[in-house]
């Protein structure tokens, strides 16, 4: 199946409300556009780490790139952002490996 789509929030000079976070999908993978600006807003309210996998689905001469992975500790919060469209494309896909871990995306107003 497709990666389960996560909505950007875009903020704008009449306020919006805050996003909400969503269960990410451990089996599937989530993507979002990978705008300009894009925060996602990590939690993991678990006991346990999670290891979060930004996927990079290009090549460089002809080897595949390795996808960025980081650890989610337990019971953190964490913001990420700044993910090169040539690295990691136009549309940002993930995984957590634990649908605990949440997920808000933001980015300014385009």
Known sequence: MPA????????????VTPPTAVASDATNGNSVPNIAGLVLTLNNPDTNPHTIAF??????????????SVVLTAGSVKAFSNFPSDSFGRTLTFTTGSA???VAATAPAS
């Open 4 to 15: 389960t789509a996560i909505t950007v929030v875009r903020p704008t000079i009449d306020g």
């Open 100 to 102: 605990t871990v949440t």
């Open 55 to 68: 996927v990079t689905p290009v090549t460089h001469g002809g080897y595949a790139v390795s996808d960025k």
